[in-house]
């Protein structure tokens, strides 16, 4: 989970949170979940590099500005270094928009291999 407050300069229309940036938090916090769970499921000491497959981002309603976002992503499937991830952003209770993505670890010689090092 991760609390995040959106700025003036994240604007889609006044007073309401940009899609692209909403996107961009969910991929990023995502992405880590995925990392973290599979560093667990694999009694890693750290969490190895992955990356973005697949993200969808469903927008159920505007997100204000101003207010803090709290983000959720939970690993919901791990198969041969493919997680699954569900997630949703939260704003005072109410949920505006929710992820589904799909992350992948990748081998040595991959530009994200070294990424959490």
């Known amino acids: 989970m991760a609390d995040w407050k959106p700025k003036p300069y994240h604007t889609a229309f006044a007073g309401f949170t940009n899609g692209g940036i909403i996107s961009t938090l969910f991929d990023c916090h995502g992405n880590m979940a995925a990392a973290y769970a599979l560093m667990k499921s694999g009694s890693m000491r750290a969490p190895p590099g992955t990356v973005t497959a697949e993200l969808s981002v469903r927008y159920l309603r505007p997100t204000p500005l101003g207010k803090v976002l709290h983000l ?46």
């Open 72 to 117: 959720r992503a939970q690993a919901t499937e791990i198969v041969d270094g493919r997680v699954r991830v569900e997630g949703e952003l939260r704003v005072e209770g109410t949920t505006t928009a929710v992820m589904h993505g799909l992350y992948v670890a990748v081998k040595k010689g991959h530009p994200g291999f070294d990424k959490w090092s």
